[in-house]
């Protein structure tokens, strides 16, 4: 197990300069990459890891990036003994490690889960850095050359085990929640799909099909968001839209994302909660035969999301790195 020293020192680093992403990382054991939009500015950080030998954890939740750094860099990590974990904040830790939990928890088959989000805050109400608001426009802007790149990898789809999960639509009224609910548009449903796909081929698990939503409340947010929503899907598509979606986060938005990203009384009354509902088979029944017959509810709950609840969920991730390390997959 690797010792830390005491004394932090100050290392300069710039993507855009290999030599000195070279020198941290041959003084680290662990590089925790807090740094995006990550399309722009977390290959470098990756290949330097690799190419020198430390750990790589990130706080991305753009599947293209994430998807991309595995194709691109898996075997090499692999032959390097190196790890590049993606996605340790709120993007995706609470979804992934809640459906595992909802799993483990489960007597029986688990086959499938949904995830409900909802997020309060206090009297101030709530915001989000527009770091978040970057990814998200140059993700949407760029979703045909996820697709492309799903491709490269070649993968076979997933079996399904028991009833097929139905896909909700663009906007219902959620019983679980009670409040109107749309797809959640983040990295959740592609991280928990490549953890899926793992525990197949490695651990020839059962896997859990997966469905992510987010409640956005009443039908003033509906309202909201409607107008919020055609705004950015018409000015995504263009150079010029993109620059403005840029440049006034917090007018397109509503006030949800801003440049300056939430006070210290936001961060402090705001929190969130995934609620998972599961269904599968009960002990001894054959998965392959009928309609599951029981169900299990799980809550994953924290503080606010991007400043307290990510950080707290990074650095466990990279402890657990330094900690356990005869517990992680082989590489």
Known sequence: KPELRSEVDIIVADVEEPDTL??????????????GPYRFYGEPVVKACVENGAHHIDISGEPQF???????????AADKGVYIIG????D???????????RDQFKGTLTAVESFLTVSSGADGGCIHDGTWQSAVYGFADSQKLQSLRRKFNHKPL?????????????????????YTVPFMGSDPSVVKRSQRFLVEEHQAT???????????????????MFAGMMFWFLVKFSFGRNLLIKHPEFFSFGLFSKAGPSRKQMEASSFQFAFYGEGYTEGLDPSQGKPNSKICTLVQGPECGYVATPIAMVQAALTIL?????????
Do not use: H
């Not at 003084?27 to 925790?32: G, H, P, R, T």
């Not at 079996?159 to 409040?179: A, C, D, W, Y």
């Not at 900690?323 to 590489?331: D, G, I, M, Q, V």
């Open 87 to 90: 996605s340790c904040g709120f």
């Open 159 to 179: 079996p399904t085990v028991g009833s097929k999960l139905k896909r909700r639509g663009t906007l219902f009224f959620s019983n679980e929640i009670q409040q």
């Open 66 to 76: 994430l998807e991309g750094m595995q194709l691109n860099y898996n075997s090499q």
């Open 22 to 35: 070279a020198a941290m990382c041959k003084q680290a054991v662990i590089v925790l990459n807090c740094v």
């Open 207 to 225: 896997p859990v099909q997966y469905g992510a939503y987010a409640g956005i409340g009443g039908i003033g947010n509906i309202i909201k968001l």
């Open 92 to 102: 995706s830790i609470p979804a992934d490690m809640g459906v595992l939990y909802t």
């Open 323 to 331: 900690n356990e390390s005869t517990a992680l997959p082989k590489t």
